[in-house]
């Protein structure tokens, strides 16, 4: 099995899952438990870095928050095995590249976008990516999707609308960056389903949080990057483990229950926004962007519950776990 003994070994790092006081719920209730903590984890990753925009510049905060967060990455990669000579060469393979791009240009155009609209707002758009994903891979991959998926991709798609609000006050270009960033994020993860099986996640996240330090590294030639003062050093280093953390947890959390019950709950994030967005910045989702993101929740939900039940009745397979959309155990720790 494609991540059995990193996954094993990732699960020894996070024993937190498993402590005492934790034994005696069930294998489900601490997975949904990790998975919302890996989501807490997610949005204030996303919080600390839109806290430093004001001061620092996108490339700047993308260079240093990846130095950190992509040592982090080696070191747990490197103890897992995940550098062996054999599983190098598995990266010479064109969709490795394609989900690099793909990554560079979701994390890029999701930190410009976040950076100019409400945290709510972005990381709502970002939640019709599943709904995309199953689009994709019937139109790109040749996966069979049935009417009523169509339908929720279609359903969700307004909900989408009501979030970005094409011709009201409330929409920016931004809108249009965070809906691009879905799109690379698509990319990337129709990418993630045709990688070699033997090739381990932790290398793939390895080799791209280092590429996405070198691109905020690019990016800096063409910015005034300024000083960084310990305060700000210290929340991007915050940044840098809240995405370690994040990652981690929704690894445990993918793998101690049933997939049907977690799953979900990744659909958290969405609560954590709001209320990261308004204690940090006052930002409160207006009537229109709430609408649209129960639109595209429900019919996110929907869907996996539906590619769930067509895997179990083996009519429909998932290249990558074999059954679902791909959700939040594909995201690397270099989540944008």
């Not at 005492?20 to 069930?26: I, K, V, Y």
Request: with cysteine; proline share 5%; aromatic share 8%.
């Amino acid at each position: 099995m494609r991540h059995a003994v990193l996954g094993a070994r990732i699960l020894s790092i996070s024993r937190i899952a498993v402590l005492p006081f934790l034994s005696a719920l069930s294998d489900n209730t601490r997975g949904i438990l990790a998975m919302l903590l890996s989501m807490a984890a997610f949005i204030t990753n996303d919080a600390l870095v839109k806290l430093v925009s004001a001061e620092l510049p996108t490339g700047e905060i993308i260079a240093v928050r990846g130095l950190m967060a992509t040592a982090l990455i080696a070191l747990i990669a490197w103890r897992a095995g995940a550098f062996s000579v054999s599983r190098l060469a598995l990266l010479k393979n064109r969709f490795v590249l394609q989900r690099t791009i793909g990554e560079i240009g979701a994390t890029v155009f999701y930190l410009t976008a976040l950076f100019q609209m409400p945290l709510a707002n972005a990381t709502a758009i970002l939640q019709s990516v599943p709904l995309m994903v199953t689009a994709g891979g019937a139109l790109f991959l040749g996966e069979a999707v049935g009417w009523r998926r169509w339908s929720a991709i279609g359903i969700g798609f307004i909900g989408v609308l009501f979030i970005v609000q094409p011709g009201a006050d409330g929409f920016n270009a931004a809108s249009f960056l965070a809906l691009a960033s879905c799109a690379f994020i698509v990319l990337r993860d129709l990418s993630t389903r045709r990688l070699p099986k033997a090739l381990p996640s932790l290398t793939v996240t390895t080799l791209t949080a280092s590429v996405m330090t070198l691109t905020g590294f690019a990016m800096g030639l063409g910015e005034d990057w300024k000083p960084i003062s310990p305060q700000m050093l210290a929340v991007l280093a915050g940044a840098a483990c809240m995405l370690l953390i994040g990652y981690v947890f929704v690894m445990v959390a993918m793998r101690i229950g049933d997939l049907a019950a977690i799953a979900p709950f990744r659909y958290s994030v969405v609560i954590w926004s709001i209320l990261f967005g308004f204690t940090l910045f006052g930002e409160l989702p207006d009537g229109a962007t709430l609408i649209g993101t129960a639109i595209v929740v429900a019919t996110g939900i929907y869907t996996f519950l539906r590619e769930r039940r067509l895997a179990r009745a083996g009519t429909h397979r998932d290249p990558v776990r074999g059954v679902g959309p791909v959700t939040q155990e594909d995201r690397p720790p270099s989540r944008p």
